[in-house]
């Protein structure tokens, strides 16, 4: 085994550790160790993912409108997704010899201009119009990365959940509103990480809570508000004084609610039946280290997130589903080993540096393919052509490694360079996860798009709105609404919005205000509430004069808890972090 090695990232110039397990599995899977850090190669992945902007264009291939996540001013060919996956085209016609005087990268980007991708990356989805990365649903509007969900408008890693909208990071909801990485409840609204429960409103890291507002770290408990216990005539009586149909008066309680929660203690991590683990958002994995949103069954991995079902793979987002051996992909797995270098790839065996391609094997370079083996630069081998030609081809990107503007070197080893995505910065989610400015972008080597020219016109402002909804009429699905922010954030704003009837019949029902923010600005609020992907080495602020417990800790009479910690909070961050330990002894 080897020894740690501290390597200097050549993205961000900052240091980074390869551990002695890294190098066993960059052997594994016979790639060099990386040369940027686990967050740079983060951002970098993201890159290659649009989840939430969507263009109207053409195919290219049928003439037929579509929606599309590719914008119709880049150099992508797109097909209708149902055209596209059809044999009514040639996979191989954009295939080409390997050319030994140029860069791989550089052939590469020029093949991703020419092979013909599918607009939307949905499966099996009936009535929905709008949405992407999202499969088994129906009855759905402005739905990302989600599956199994009916009638759930504007909401991205929705799960198993129904009449509900803008969540983020559900499962198994029904009747929500506004909540963030919640599990099993119903009618739920405005909360985060809680789970199991009931006509509540305003809650965090609670558990099987009901008709409750504005609490945090309940666990079995009915008619509370801030965490002060109601008889149910008190709770129904001080509930009708919040007057919550008020959009003034629900947007007062939402402050109130945002200082509570900090004079109340966090878990350093949420981490649920796990062994051996570091990260946030783990549930039911074990030996898994600088992990987040993992929803079980993942192994032996590492710099993974959002994945379900993983063993040994590092560096990737939206991994698994029946997936090993993964290295530096995003959108990839479902039945898939070996994969490296891959982004929306599934079905997969033994391939490199493959994108949208699916249900294939012994691919290098590969672009759009669907069942094939033995293939370079979409250009049809033998198995022994191929088996003769893959290392010549390795051997030459380190002889020839492509070097991007900024000076940054591409050899075998290297995850597809930002600059030949076939999105800007700001479509993808590493804006999402990772904010720049445009200028910061720029600076950075990353390409940006300035939003289209607008060809609406805004016909009622948010301030024209009346405070409460009851108040509103049916009119107002004709008009065309300013977004709070009228695009002077960095969130993506569209500047305006529609209301559509099916959410407008939500908001009646559950007496709620219509929102004054256009679906991508209120995305990256609810953003606001989950923590970064990133660990921060500190000791449990048990016992240091913030929080006064009210039970006595296995580390009492000595004083303040020894327990250091890996935590997502910050340390110039407000929350009050706690060990696992000592936040059992509070609140479990």
């Known amino acids: 085994m080897m020894n740690a090695e501290t390597k200097i990232c050549q993205n961000c110039k900052q240091q980074f550790t390869v551990e002695p397990e890294d190098f066993d599995f960059y052997e594994k899977i016979k790639v060099p160790p990386p040369t940027w850090c686990p967050e740079c190669r983060a951002v970098r992945r993201m890159t290659w993912r649009n989840e939430r902007t969507l263009y109207r264009r053409k195919c290219m291939a049928t003439k037929k409108d579509i929606i599309s996540m590719f914008s119709p001013g880049g150099k992508t060919i797109v097909y209708d997704r149902d055209y596209w996956w059809s044999d009514s085209w040639n996979q191989l016609a954009s295939g080409r010899a390997y050319d030994f005087s140029k860069p791989f990268f550089a052939q590469f980007s020029e093949l991703l201009a020419e092979a013909p991708l599918p607009n939307l990356a949905i499966t099996n989805v009936i009535n929905i119009d709008y949405a992407n990365h999202s499969h088994d649903s129906k009855n759905c509007y402005l739905l990302f990365a989600s599956g199994e969900c009916e009638d759930v408008h ?37 909360s985060h990480d809680s789970s199991n429960c009931l006509n509540a409103r305003f809650l965090g890291y609670c558990k099987n809570v009901s008709d409750s507002i504005g609490c945090f770290n309940l666990r079995n408990k009915s008619h509370h508000i801030f965490n002060q216990p109601y008889s149910k005539s008190e709770f129904e009586k001080e509930f009708s004084k919040l ?12 402050e109130r609610f945002s200082e509570f929660s900090k004079t109340q203690i966090r878990k350093a991590a949420n981490i649920t039946n796990c062994t051996n683990v570091t990260g946030d958002n783990l549930f039911d994995s074990k030996n898994c280290h600088y992990c987040f949103d993992l929803y079980g069954k993942c192994e032996d991995s590492k710099y993974a997130a959002h994945a379900y079902d993983l063993r040994d793979s590092y560096d990737g987002y939206g991994y698994g589903a029946n997936a090993e051996l993964l290295y530096e992909g995003i959108d990839t797995g479902v039945d898939a080993s070996l994969c490296r270098f891959a982004s929306f790839t599934h079905k997969c065996r033994d391939t490199w540096y493959t994108y949208c391609c699916h249900s294939s094997s012994h691919l290098f370079g590969c672009v759009g393919l669907r069942n094939k083996e033995y293939c370079i630069l979409n250009k049809q081998y033998t198995k022994e052509e191929y088996e003769e030609l893959l290392p010549k081809i390795i051997a030459q990107m380190n002889a020839m490694p492509y070097t991007d503007k900024e000076g940054r070197k591409y050899p075998y080893g290297e995850m597809f360079p930002p600059e030949f995505s076939p999105f800007a910065y700001n479509e993808t989610i590493a804006q999402e996860y990772f904010p720049l400015t445009k200028n910061e972008a720029l600076k950075r080597g990353y390409p940006w798009k300035d939003p289209d020219a607008k060809d609406y016109k805004i016909t009622k402002t948010s301030a024209e709105l009346p405070d409460r909804t009851k108040d509103i009429s049916d009119d107002v699905l004709k008009e065309t609404i300013g977004c709070e922010h009228s695009g002077n954030c960095n969130h993506q704003c ?17 007496e709620l205000p219509v929102p004054r923010l256009c679906p991508n600005c209120r995305n990256y609020e609810r953003f606001k509430l989950r923590n970064p992907m990133k660990l921060w080495h500190r000791k449990c602020m048990c016992d240091q004069k913030i929080y006064k417990n009210t039970v006595k800790h296995e580390h009492h009479p000595v004083g303040p808890c020894p327990n250091e910690l890996e935590t997502p909070y910050a340390p110039d961050r407000p929350e009050i972090v706690y060990c696992e330990s000592c936040y059992n002894a509070e609140v479990a």
Do not use: M, P, W
């Open 154 to 190: 504007y909401s991205s890693g929705a799960a198993h959940c129904k009449d509900s909208l803008d969540i983020y990071n559900a499962e198994h909801l029904e009747q929500s509103y506004e909540d963030v990485s919640c599990s099993n409840s119903s009618r739920l609204l405005f």
């Open 243 to 254: 007057d919550l149909e008020s959009y003034v008066n629900l947007n007062n309680l939402k």
């Open 494 to 510: 569209t500047t305006a919005f529609r209301i559509i009837s099916d959410e407008l019949s939500f908001y009646r029902r559950l």
